[in-house]
């Protein structure tokens, strides 16, 4: 499958991402400016787990990005600490960390070898300079050092104590359908350390399912409360629809087409990749993939230095289906942090019959999905292209946040994380 006109194709791709600097700065995780890329949030023990870390722990959580550039830009971070419907908490700067609530990122390199000209920066929180306190959602900032009004990017973590053990307990045997469409879930929460007054108002629950953010779910007062314990089952909220595994792709040479891709062609000033053309799935059997949830992971083979060596190549993506209305069609996967933009909606073709996107992406291994999303909705369904399917392995991730009258930001007590069909 070939584009016919690359550089249109390019040109689209730069004026797209210019949109996402229009998007309204909500404190999810977020790239407000187009010269930045590859925004990366992990724990330092498992780069593919869930951006949250125990309090006072040795882990840390790990930021790094790439600006597309040729010098280095002066840059600092900072922290907001966030409630659990991540709103800016009544804490002051001092109340959850020590000193100056600010950093430069001095640990940065310059690419080699590639044709994307790139600088590569990273930082790891909590450190000397910002020490996190108090547990809770947390919001980094980076802004330039003479500007701090214009926040570049911005990401989520979260920070938990061990006040609650929490397990996520997942069947296909659902309120809803028996071994078909979807998944439901059953939480457990047992106090380690402490009675608690009122379970029914003082915890919140929050789930989501693969680190989406359109379809989480946030609950209180649980359908059963012990003495130290409480249990959300039977809870229609905690069914969610099954998915399907994600379509992977891997580009880590330009020498030779990896995994679903059908070719590699320079096209100054970059390689384009074509991907083989997409085909919907809702109406086509499971077939079980070992994938990474939606998670993306950057490499290149035969290089020294993934971060500064791996290269930028422009990939174009295509679905063949008919023309669909009422809605859009969205990528999905960590690479596009979840959001529903201009920078990731595909777009119909007549003259192909495809939708067709096109993305510059550091060169690696990439998960990814198709989402619709209905006119004037803001939950996508994975049915229409994906389907769903009760085998599907998914990750679930349950945080616990606890807040007792008179207690000025919530606390998250506790995490669990759990994957369906295991």
């Not at 069914?239 to 399907?244: D, Q």
């Amino acid at each position: 499958m070939m584009f016919s006109v690359r550089t249109t194709s390019i040109i689209a791709l730069l004026l797209t991402a210019l949109t996402t600097m229009a998007a309204d700065a909500r404190f999810d995780t977020r790239i407000f400016n187009p010269n930045f890329r590859t925004l990366q949030v992990r724990t330092s023990s498992n780069e593919f787990a869930p951006p949250v870390i125990g309090l006072n722990s040795s882990e840390k959580i790990v930021v790094s990005f790439d600006e597309m550039s040729t010098d280095m830009r002066y840059m600092r971070y900072r922290l907001i600490h966030c409630n659990a419907d991540w709103t800016q908490s009544e804490l002051l700067d001092s109340e959850f960390t020590d000193g100056f609530n600010y950093a430069a990122i001095d640990d940065y390199g310059f690419s080699a070898g590639t044709f994307a000209n790139y600088v590569h920066y990273r930082f790891a929180l909590p450190n000397d300079d910002i020490p996190i306190l108090v547990s809770g959602n947390y919001i980094v900032q980076v802004y330039p050092e003479d500007d701090e009004e214009d926040v570049l990017l911005q990401a989520r973590f979260c920070v938990a104590e061990d006040l609650f053990s929490v397990r996520n307990y997942i069947t296909s045997r659902t309120d809803i359908d028996y071994n078909r469409e979807h998944q439901q879930l059953t939480v457990d929460i047992s106090s380690k350390s402490q009675k608690l007054r009122n379970w029914q108002y003082d915890i919140r629950l929050v789930v989501s399912q693969n680190s989406r953010l359109d379809n989480q779910v946030v609950l209180s007062r649980p359908n059963l409360i012990g003495t130290s314990s409480a249990t959300f089952e039977h809870n229609k909220a905690l069914v969610f629809p099954a998915g399907n595994e994600f379509r992977r792709f891997e580009c880590v040479a330009t020498h030779y087409a990896g995994m679903h891709v059908e070719s590699i062609i320079h096209y100054d000033p970059f390689y384009n990749v074509d991907l083989f053309v997409d085909q919907p799935r809702s109406d086509k059997p499971y077939i079980f993939d070992q994938t990474q949830f939606g998670h993306f992971k950057v490499r290149q083979s035969g290089v020294t230095d993934i971060d500064t060596n791996s290269d930028y190549v422009i990939v174009h993506f295509a679905l063949e289906t008919p023309q669909m209305y009422g809605g859009d069609i969205y990528l999905d996967g960590d690479f596009t942090q979840h959001q529903f933009t201009d920078a990731n909606r595909m777009r119909y073709n007549p003259a192909s019959g495809l939708y067709e996107l096109s993305m510059m992406l550091k060169m690696g291994s990439y998960n990814y999905q198709y989402l619709w999303l209905p006119d004037g909705s803001t939950t996508a369904l994975t049915g229409p292209i994906e389907g769903n399917h009760y085998q599907t392995v998914n990750e679930y991730l349950s945080l616990v946040y606890y807040r007792p009258v008179g207690q000025r930001y919530d606390r998250l007590g506790g995490f669990g994380i759990e994957f369906s069909g295991k």
